[in-house]
């Protein structure tokens, strides 16, 4: 399985979210710092659902990290667009 697709199945059975997507940038990151050369090293995620609505800014960022536990560590750069 991709990394993009654990993060999107994550992200899925966490929030149920009306809108999910999940962008592999990484290949425009090529050669750069952080490019580990599997091409799964940047992502850009575009969220929005219910159970973050009512949170503020620095906890729907926490929320998110939450629910994509190792994932954390596993890639360079994740991009965040949460509502």
Known sequence: MSVADEIAERLTAAFQPSLLEVVNESHRHAGHSGDDGTGESHFKVTIRATALAGLGRV?????????????????????????
């Open 59 to 83: 906890e729907r960022h926490r929320a998110v990290q939450r629910a994509l536990g190792d994932i954390n560590t596993r890639v360079h750069a994740l991009a965040l667009d949460i509502g």
